[in-house]
């Protein structure tokens, strides 16, 4: 079983930077891939950035640039730096945890598939003003 924790959420306005931080305990030695999805009001959970246990990372096309997921395996910690805020990022960010193909298919980065992530942390709120 593992928990994820978020927080690092807030209010920010736009052209800001916000830094999420998701600590992670319990049994991870199974969950190769660690995710940031987020939804927003009336709409379905996309996913914004993967990293594998090994160190590589993946963003979701609309947000390459603005966002740098990280982690500190000796903290147990995840992390998405956003940049340049937008109001349209405006969401509830979650943490997500899940074996490998969860990030990785055959040769390449599989889609942003949200059920194939097993663990699920409660989410941090980022609102982004104009």
């Known amino acids: 079983q593992v928990q994820l924790v978020e927080s690092g959420g807030g209010s920010v306005q736009a052209g800001g930077s916000l830094r999420l931080s998701c600590a992670a305990s319990?049994?991870?030695?199974?969950?190769?891939?660690m995710a940031w999805f987020r939804q927003a009001p009336g709409k379905e959970r996309e996913g914004v950035a993967r990293?594998?246990?090994?160190?590589?990372?993946n963003s979701a096309d609309s947000l390459k640039g603005r966002v740098t997921i990280s982690r500190d395996s000796a903290k147990n910690t995840l992390y998405l730096q956003m940049n340049s805020l937008k109001p349209e990022d405006t969401a509830m960010y979650y943490c997500?945890?899940?074996?490998?193909?969860?990030?990785?298919?055959?040769?390449?980065?599989?889609?942003?598939?949200?059920?194939?992530?097993?663990?699920w942390g409660q989410g941090t709120q980022v609102t982004v003003s104009s």
């Open positions: 997500a945890a899940g074996p490998f193909s969860a990030c990785y298919a055959g040769l390449h980065w599989a889609p942003f598939i949200s059920t194939q992530f097993n663990y």
């Open positions: 319990g049994y991870t030695g199974s969950s190769s891939c």
């Open positions: 990293i594998l246990s090994g160190g590589s990372t």
